[in-house]
């Protein structure tokens, strides 16, 4: 969670409080109203807060993968991306979010590849599709930073060194400029 309750409430101010103890309280009882207030979050409790608070009512509401598809495909870019982030605060979903997390790799938005690349992806993403993502990170630029257990995940494979190095081999042919970040994954690649 991007910060616990508690230091949420020491930044909120009353109102926001309030309603966010309203929230909380609809989600914990699957009320059907809980939802709009995930979309209503950022006007409630500021843009800055919007994430955390999201992420709070995913957790209280024990949000199933049908439940987070659904708010993923009717939200907002930033919305999308909060759904992404909470994903590994989730327990018990496993893999079944993988579907949101491939239809993120598919955009163009930035903010929405870097939160498919974060921790539940590190933990789900088979290696060809992990593969893939971090690719799609160094081609839109979005900082290799972005990949949750990038050294781990990178140590000792050869096929992704091999990728890496066709990509810039590309890159170089076409004239265009290879991304800085590609050197330093390819030496991650590359065992003790």
Not at 30 to 52: I, K
Not at 163 to 185: C, H, I, N, S, Y
Request: glycine residues 6%.
């Amino acid at each position: 969670m991007p910060m616990t309750r508690k230091e949420l409430d020491s930044q909120l101010g009353g109102a926001a409080r309030a309603w966010l103890d309203e929230a909380l309280a609809e989600a914990e009882q699957a009320a059907p109203v809980w939802e709009m207030r995930f979309a209503t979050a950022a006007r409630e409790c500021s843009q800055e807060h919007a994430g955390t608070v999201r992420a709070l009512l995913l957790a209280e509401a024990g949000a199933d993968t049908a439940t987070l598809t659904r708010l993923y495909q009717q939200g907002s870019a930033v919305e999308r991306r909060d759904v992404l982030l909470a994903l590994p605060y989730l327990p018990g979903l496993g893999p079944s979010a993988l579907p949101l997390v491939e239809d993120a790799l598919r955009t163009n938005d930035l903010r929405i590849i870097a939160a498919a690349v974060g921790p539940y992806a590190a933990t789900h993403l088979d290696p060809h599709a992990w593969r893939h993502a971090l690719l799609k990170c160094l081609f839109t630029g979005v900082p290799v930073d972005a990949v949750a257990a990038l050294p781990a995940r990178a140590h000792g494979d050869t096929e992704l060194a091999r990728m890496l190095r066709d990509f810039a081999a590309e890159r170089t042919a076409a004239g265009r400029a290879v991304p800085l970040d590609l050197d330093r994954v390819l030496a991650l690649t590359v065992p003790e």
